[in-house]
């Protein structure tokens, strides 16, 4: 599982012209499923989105995490963070999990996050979105399980 993790001021996806998700103060988070992932996976990525420390405090240290701060989530299926493009010129992506695997993890790890008390919005899975954001600092990170 892999999730690039962006810290913002505030963020929306658009699927057709229509706001389906949007957040004030959170994390944007795009989150990738491969073959391998397991429910202990999901698990894992929710405790940690939900316990990193990347927002700052009065010290202007990063010290508090999106529970601290009251902040929300903003979750995006993207299979293309599985892409290879180590050969050719178009990305092979054979490591993303069918649509049917992933879109079962990506539900179980919104829940989870649900689960630990945040607010979790969502663009719609599998479809063509449009996602905008104002990533404050900027902050950008990617986390893997299992690595």
């Not at 389906?20 to 994390?27: E, F, K, N, P, T």
């Not at 299926?77 to 092979?92: I, V, W």
């Not at 879109?103 to 008390?117: C, I, K, S």
Request: aromatic letters at 6%.
């Amino acid at each position: 599982m892999r999730v690039v993790v962006q810290r913002s001021k505030e963020a929306k996806v658009s699927v057709e012209g229509e706001i389906v998700g949007a957040i004030d103060r959170g994390l944007v988070l795009l989150v990738g499923l491969t073959h391998e992932d397991t429910m202990q996976d999901v698990r894992w990525m929710a405790d940690k989105m939900a316990g990193l420390r990347i927002f700052e405090d009065e010290a202007e240290k990063m010290n508090f995490s999106v529970l601290d701060v009251g902040g929300s989530i903003l979750s995006i299926s993207q299979f293309t963070l599985y892409g290879d493009c180590r050969k050719g010129r178009r990305p092979n992506f054979m490591a993303a999990a069918r649509p049917e695997q992933a879109e079962e993890l990506y539900d179980a790890f919104n829940e989870t996050l649900r689960g630990l008390g945040l607010k979790v919005e969502t663009g719609r899975f599998g479809a063509m979105m449009e996602v905008s954001l104002c990533n404050d600092g900027p902050v950008t990170l990617i986390l893997e399980s299992g690595a």
